[in-house]
């Protein structure tokens, strides 16, 4: 499903009435109730043969409001420009959003080369003895950095695989968001989410379009694909999302117990045999989310754990040749997956971090392409020079299971207040067919600027 | 390509790296940022002293002597009138006055040390004995009273040429510094002080001496380094983009760059080995070098994928590994033995380790440029640009072969005149060695339009000069001084000196004592001498002290008048003009003066000086002739030929030779800078011959025999690839001539004309001379795997072993000499107990709770501002202090918060809280270093975390004066001053200081200032604070500023809208509140 021009439309009344709402502020300066910041970023990639694979322009402002004593409500947009088209398809997305957005979410206008879009837009209030944020907006859960277990509120946007900034590529959501203390050092969070959006996964063409069969179903040989079947949810009050999260610190451990029931964030992609050949089609599933975090503080070591259990998650069969896919060629499983992570700062302005994830499948069989049991290390190393002048940053991940990995750095001048520029390389490492190694032909090296007003 | 049939160890490692390119690209990036984690240790050493060693005699007298005499090398200020009255007007004497008391009001001057016309006494005789005044007090208004100041002051012939010029028209105030070390920040704020100065019309202000030399130094090569190394840089990056035409190639030949230059230094700084004066040079001296290699593997790969544009470039790779190995590991081995020389040969400490870190920089670009620029180009994959493949399918050359091939035909056609020619110059050369001057002179290093330098010109010209030699009298009985027979042998010590060159002025206690002898004697001129009793010399000692200050003569004598100082001083520093004055003094001393009771010793800048130029000539000749012997032995050895050494090292003779020769003719001292040269020629020069020698014999099997097609086949390919080599080079140092650095300037010439005459006379000279010879190590050459294999373990572990034997006998850490820093301090019953203070401290209020806003500016040593404004709350929970910090400017760090709960309890770690906007997640952070820096700024967490309290725990407190503590912008404080001890080496290193003092303010219990000192007992921090005011009743500090002398580094945070009374929510402690940013 396509967003309609109304739906568009739709936003973009919301976004000029918005503008009408801010206008003052500029025009009245001093009875400004905004507070305005923005900051545009350039920042160019070059392929491992001197090509360049995107030289992007993002334009992010932010305004924070006071509408009462009672009322803030904050506004960030988000513009992106980059007309290299290797990380959009010209075919597949002239003047429309992916699929995967739901109605009201999604990009104001995008064509191949550019995006405009509500990057947040909520209200903060409190009342009831709550603090309450509704609107589009972004939440986070869980300790792990890099690795998702129970950072799953929010679904994703993939065009650069897991190399752009979280922060970028996170999907922020429609929803209502309630935090209720109890006690000093307790809390809980309630959401409630009925934005029906999902993983936007790199278009077809595009430099990091997934084809690790990990992900992509091999279809049976010799047998013609007929069609392709799409079906999303589309009940924003049936289908919607719900989550509750407790924290509290005690003894000085920070702790929390989490809840999503969701859809999970990829489609599932059934194949169905007929007499001519098979078509596909991909809907998404409901899923129990329930887990635990806690991180406490020893010395110079901080120590992160987080765990969560999946009631239902599918993976993909193997296919046979010339024979019918068992259960549509998908494998259902619960799934246990947990990340550990221990940090140091023992060296001056440095921080190193290791984290060991793991993901166990309760169920599963030789048919399954993942292995029961996955395993990811990740090592980061951050370090500051000269009063965080220089920033250094590396992250190393590495799959156990398919030998493959990926080794980001970074390394960011501060050259005044609100300037940076930054060097960096994306680099991927194994096999054709692991989650990283895919991309084993896609490594780059950034140079990128940043100018904050 | 390969000769084997087997394939050669080469050729398998080749292949594993270009196999496995990414994993060698990531190991060696990898071990190139693990080392530039230390690169922050590495510190500045800039004083002239660091060029000897710190156990040299010289050194360690003269620091003695400084501590006897509390002298040091000062900052000197003439004051300059060209009118009829010169200086002795009003106007020039008010401002003389108003200098001193704003220079002796800087923390870093030496009060009691200061001398001027304001500052020193005049003695006359009066009816009770002697009167001891100053020579004029404020408030001169009338040329008649400047007159009369004018009159005393001729009559007192000490201070006639030494303060005074005897034309009247210029004066000094002189200027001692408590920590040498801070010189820099001492200059600069003097010279805040000059520009402020209220100067009449005629009035000049210049500031001198070598404590301003020292001072400006730093930051005069820092500032010109900080511009050449960038174009050095940049420059290469063009030359090798203009010749291969392709991105990656610049990116990559700028990696192995940065792995060279930063891995070395970051090496130094794990050894502690300071960046000297000259370690300026080192990273233009290994961009040149490191960039050499990669053009070498450049230049073969894409002739190659011109040739075989459709061959697997991997196995391109492969096969330029294979063949260029073995040329790039040879030049490498010899420019590694060109710096060992210079390591080996070298008595002064930077000279030492400029010759080894630069031997270790080059092996650090020799192993990048062979694994790491491999699996990058395999990775990268680059094709030769279209230009390039089209001239090699039409069998065409580029301009830069056709250059070549010119230049080979010239010289091949006339291979006796060539020869000629370059035996010419190797001719001159040896004449011209004779006749190079070795010296050295400090201020010379300064350009002419300096005004430094200027100012040095004008003291030396109107008075007795800027340069001091101090002779140390030292007896053997205390008291000896007042026997006349000592005194006068001191005096004729005098005179002497006085008759040697350059010395314009001499001063000491016989000066004075003939001084109160005349003024005793009602003035009579007559009497201008000794007197004759040691009892009257007694009484007048006793008389002076009794009319004035006590401490007037320590600059002269010692309490018990056994040592005593005379200074001389000279109008000229240069080793030259200064050489003879101290070969004479000594020779005199040692037979006219010195006997059992009396005994002189030189000391002071002047001698310091002749002491460490006295032996560059002899050095830079031994170092010369060790490196050309290592060069010779190890290319030799590697050619299996001593002919093929010979032949070698022919070209680069030459081009020293011919340096010395132009040396001679443009009139260029042998100095420090210039001495340097010979072995940076070595090691450049020899490239190019090895080159050529190495690919001579290769060509020469190729075309069977044939010599003339052998020597030909050189030009368009290796030719090509020197001659780009030739252009990195020259081009690198040639930047340094644009160098403000007078001896960088002069190294960098020298060096390009080295280096233009080694490569020519490898493309020229060298190949005629072999067109001549026919030597057998060319045509008699027969690649034997087996002698090669064995050489090349050889010689590598040959060179190691010594390199590893330097090491561990140089690699002791460079200790570290702490000036006398502390204030005599008189024990003093009346100040208030160490306890009592830090108890009055620890109570004063800061309020249940408190908001405020927080901007935080950060200042780096070339002045560069960031800013950060923050919102902060705090509040205690029964004993509990929670604090956080919201961040709102600028947007780069909006968002950021930081959350703080301090427990009462000391053994309970406390636990911070850091929210990154970026990551949009609360992370518990460990608070167990509270010595680390917070956030960026120069203050410790500890430091932040105490807001002005003290932890009684941490150290040990003594009173140690009281002390009326000059304020900018308001009226002196009284304070007291305690200093604090660490407990333990463990605290110390935890804390980050060894030592603090603090000045607490006795009215308000406030800590007014603190100084820290780091766990070495190095000065560390400053810390000021200003704008004290009540709000809401309580006392608070509204400006921070905290200086950081080890990085230059300073922080200013300034607190506004501080309110203790607006009621703190509780749920601001929290990580929602963190989240949503308040």
């Known amino acids: 499903m396509k967003t309609s021009p109304l739906v568009m439309r739709i936003q973009l009344g919301l976004f000029l009435s918005f503008s009408v709402l801010v206008l003052p502020s500029f025009i009245f300066p001093s009875v400004a109730i905004a507070d305005y910041s923005a900051s545009l970023e350039q920042e160019l990639a070059l392929d491992s043969s001197d090509h360049k694979q995107k030289f992007e322009t993002l334009f992010t402002p932010e305004w924070n409001i006071e509408l009462s004593d009672n009322i803030s409500m904050t506004f960030i947009g988000h513009a992106r420009w980059d007309n290299t088209k290797k990380l959009s398809n010209p075919a597949s997305s002239h003047y429309s959003a992916p699929d995967s957005y739901a109605t009201g979410n999604g990009p104001l206008y995008s064509s191949d080369s550019s995006e405009v879009s509500i990057r947040e837009w909520y209200i903060d209030t409190e009342s009831l003895g709550a603090y309450w944020r509704i609107g589009k907006q972004q939440v986070v859960w869980g300790q792990a950095d890099g690795l998702k277990v129970l950072d799953v509120v929010n ?40 934005d029906l959006t999902y993983h936007a996964f790199a278009e077809s063409g595009t430099e990091y379009e997934v084809s690790s069969p990990l992900f992509r179903p091999a279809l049976p040989q010799g047998v013609p694909l007929l069609g392709f079947h799409e079906d999303k949810p589309s009940s924003p009050i049936k289908d919607s999302d719900f989550g509750v999260q407790y924290t509290t610190f005690y003894q000085g451990w920070d702790l929390t117990l989490n809840y999503l029931y969701h859809y999970q964030d990829t489609p599932v992609l059934y194949q169905q045999i007929g007499a001519n050949g098979v078509s596909l089609s991909s809907e998404y599933e409901r899923n129990h989310l329930a887990g635990f975090t806690a991180s406490n503080a020893f010395g110079s070591f901080t120590l992160r754990t ?21 259960n549509k060629g998908i494998h259902q499983s619960s799934e246990v997956s947990s990340v550990i992570g221990l940090d140091w700062q023992g060296l001056k302005d440095t921080m190193m971090s290791i984290q060991w994830f793991q993901s166990h499948l309760t169920k599963h069989n030789t048919d399954v392409v993942r292995p ?82 | 390509m390969s000769e084997n049939p087997h394939p050669s160890t080469a050729r398998t490692i080749a292949t594993l790296i270009v196999h ?12 190139m940022i693990a080392l530039f984690m230390a690169l922050p240790m590495l510190y500045k050493d800039t004083r002239s002293d660091a060029f000897l060693a710190d156990d040299n005699p010289a050194l360690v007298y003269r620091d003695k002597v400084k501590e006897q005499f509390g002298l040091s090398d000062p900052i000197v200020l003439a004051v300059i009138n060209t009118s009829d009255s010169g200086v002795f007007n009003p106007t020039s004497l008010s401002l003389i006055q108003w200098l001193s008391d704003e220079i002796s009001s800087l923390d870093n001057i030496n009060t009691d040390r200061m001398t001027s016309l304001a500052t020193e006494n005049n003695i006359t005789g009066s009816d009770e004995g002697m009167d001891v005044e100053p020579f004029f007090e404020a408030g001169i208004s009338t040329q008649q009273d400047a007159d009369i100041v004018w009159n005393k002051v001729s009559d007192f012939p000490l201070y006639m040429g030494n303060l005074v010029a005897h034309d009247k028209q210029a004066t000094l105030i002189v200027a001692e510094l408590l920590d040498v070390k801070q010189v820099e920040d001492t200059f600069q704020k003097i010279l805040n002080i ?140 010899t420019t590694i033995a060109g710096f060992m020389g210079m390591y080996f040969a070298a008595y002064m400490p930077p000279f030492k380790y400029f010759g080894l870190y630069t031997a270790i920089g080059v092996a650090i670009a020799w192993f990048y440029s062979l694994v790491f620029l491999p699996a990058a180009l395999a990775i990268t994959k680059p094709s030769a640009s279209k230009q390039m493949a089209s001239l090699t399918q039409s069998n065409q050359l580029d301009r830069f072969s056709r250059t070549m091939v010119v230049l080979g035909r010239i010289s091949l056609q006339n291979p006796k005149v060539t020869v000629g020619l370059f035996s010419t110059i190797i001719i001159s050369g040896i004449f011209a060695t004779g006749h190079l001057v070795v010296n050295e002179d400090r201020i010379k290093t300064f350009h002419t339009s300096e005004t430094l330098y200027q100012a040095d010109a004008a003291i030396n010209a109107h008075l007795n000069g800027t340069n001091n030699l101090d002779v140390v009298i030292e007896a053997k009985e205390a008291e000896a001084l007042f026997e006349p027979e000592h005194l006068k042998k001191m005096e004729a010590l005098q005179n002497f000196a006085l008759t040697l060159p350059n010395v314009q002025g001499a001063a000491s206690i016989v000066d004075y004592l003939k001084q109160m002898n005349r003024s005793l004697n009602g003035g009579d001129k007559y009497s201008y001498q000794l007197p004759d009793d040691k009892a009257l010399i007694a009484q007048y000692f006793l008389i002076y002290s009794a009319s004035s200050d006590p401490t007037d003569f320590d600059e002269e004598i010692d309490y018990d008048y056994r040592i005593a100082n005379i200074k001389l001083t000279l109008n000229k520093g240069g080793y030259v003009d200064t050489q003879e004055t101290v070969t004479q003094l000594n020779y005199y001393i040692k037979t006219q003066f010195n006997n059992k009771d009396i005994t002189a010793t030189l000391s002071g800048r002047v ?55 132009a040396m001679v003719v443009l009139d260029i001292d042998l100095g420090i800078g210039t001495s340097m040269f010979a072995s940076v020629a070595i090691g450049l020069g020899v490239d190019f011959s090895i080159h050529t020698i190495d690919r001579l014999r290769s060509l020469y099997q190729a075309h069977n025999g044939d010599w003339n097609l052998t020597l030909q086949e050189l030009y368009p390919s290796t ?117 009592v203070v830090i108890a009055n401290i620890n109570r004063v209020d800061d309020g249940e709770h408190a908001t405020r806003n927080l901007t935080m500016t950060l200042i780096d040593k070339r002045g560069k501002k960031r800013v950060r404004e923050t919102i902060g709350y705090r509040k205690y929970f029964g004993k509990e202090k929670r604090t956080i910090l919201f ?32 990551l949009r997640k609360v992370r518990r952070i460990s608070a167990a270093d509270r010595g680390d820096y917070f956030l960026g700024t120069d203050f410790t967490y500890e430091d932040i975390k105490l807001e002005g309290k003290v932890d009684s725990k941490d150290y040990d407190f003594k009173t140690i004066r009281s002390e009326a503590l000059a304020q900018e912008s308001s009226p002196p404080i009284q304070t007291v001053v305690i200093r604090g001890t660490a407990k333990n080496n463990v605290i110390a290193k935890e804390l980050g200081y060894g030592k603090t003092e603090f000045w607490v303010n006795v009215e308000t219990w406030l800590i007014a200032k603190s100084i820290y000192w780091d766990t070495k007992g190095k000065l560390l921090k400053t810390l000021t604070i200003s704008d004290v005011s009540r709000i809401d009743g309580i006392l608070t500090r509204h400006r921070m500023t905290i200086n950081n002398h080890k990085t230059g580094h300073t922080s200013e945070f300034l607190f506004s809208s501080v309110d203790y009374k607006a009621p703190v929510s509780d749920g601001l402690f929290t990580k929602r509140a963190m989240k949503k940013g308040k």
């Open chain 1, 306 to 326: 987080e765990v969560g259990y999946s009631s239902d998650t599918y993976h993909l069969n193997r296919s046979q040749p010339n024979q019918t896919p068992t």
């Open chain 2, 887 to 918: 961040y709102k400017k600028p947007t780069n760090v909006k968002g950021t918060a930081f959350l703080t709960f301090d427990y009462p309890d000391a053994a309970k770690d406390d636990d911070q809280w850091l929210y990154l906007p970026a």
């Open chain 1, 155 to 194: 679904p994703q946007n993939y065009r650069e695989f897991i190399l752009d900034d979280f922060e970028d590529s996170r999907i922020p959501l429609w929803m209502v968001n309630t935090e209720i203390p109890i006690g000093e050092n307790s809390n809980l969070q309630i959401l409630w989410i009925p």
């Open chain 1, 372 to 453: 029961q049991n996955n395993h990811i290390l990740s090592l980061l190393l951050k370090r500051s020079f000269i009063n965080e002048t220089w920033e250094l940053e590396i992250l190393a991940l590495h799959g156990f299971d398919q030998q493959d990995g990926s080794i980001q750095s970074k390394l960011r001048y501060m050259l005044e207040s609100d300037l940076s520029l930054w060097v960096g390389s994306d680099a991927f490492y194994g096999r054709k067919e692991g989650l990283f190694g895919q991309f084993n032909n896609k490594d780059r090296v950034l140079f990128g600027v940043e100018w904050s007003f």
């Open chain 2, 719 to 835: 030719g090509r690839a020197l001659f780009l080599n030739y252009m990195a080079i020259a081009c690198g140092f040639g930047v340094l001539i644009s160098s403000k650095v007078v001896p960088l300037n002069n190294f960098g010439t020298i060096v390009v004309v080295s280096v233009s005459t080694s490569f020519l006379a490898s493309m020229s000279f060298l190949p005629a001379l072999i067109k001549l010879t026919k030597p057998r190590f060319i045509s008699g050459y027969q690649p034997s795997k087996k002698t090669m294999s064995s050489r090349w373990i050889r010689i590598p572990s040959v060179i190691f072993l010594v390199a590893v034997a330097g090491g561990v006998l140089v690699n002791q850490p460079a200790l570290a000499s702490e000036g006398a820093t502390a204030k005599t301090t008189v024990p003093n019953n009346q100040l208030p107990s160490a306890d």
């Open chain 2, 607 to 661: 001698n310091i000086n002749y002491h460490w130029i006295k032996d560059l000539g002899s050095s830079h000749f031994v170092g010369l002739a060790i490196s050309m012997f290592l060069v010779w032995a190890v290319a030799s050895l590697l050619f299996g030929s001593l002919t093929a050494g010979t032949f070698t090292i022919i070209p680069v003779s030459s081009s020293i030779l011919l340096v010395y020769s």
């Open chain 2, 194 to 333: 000059v520009d402020r100065a209220p100067n009449g019309k005629y009035d000049e202000i210049h500031v001198a001496g070598e404590g301003a030399i020292a001072g400006y130094l730093g930051s005069y090569i820092d500032a010109d380094a900080q511009r050449l190394n960038p174009l050095a840089g940049i420059i290469i990056t063009i030359i090798i983009l203009f010749a291969f035409r392709r991105v990656s190639t610049g990116i990559l030949s700028n990696v192995i760059i940065a792995a060279s230059v930063l891995m070395t230094l970051s090496i130094m700084a794990l050894n502690g080995i300071p960046f000297f004066v000259i370690t300026n040079a080192l990273p233009v001296i290994l961009i040149g070098i490191s960039v050499a290699d990669s053009i070498h593997i450049y230049s073969h790969y894409f002739e190659l994928q011109a040739k075989h544009p459709a061959e697997d470039k991997k196995e391109l790779i492969i096969q330029t590994v294979e063949e260029m190995w073995r040329p790039i590991t040879l030049t490498t081995l």
């Open chain 2, 20 to 31: 496995y390119p990414k994993t060698q690209v990531a190991i060696s990036l990898l071990l």
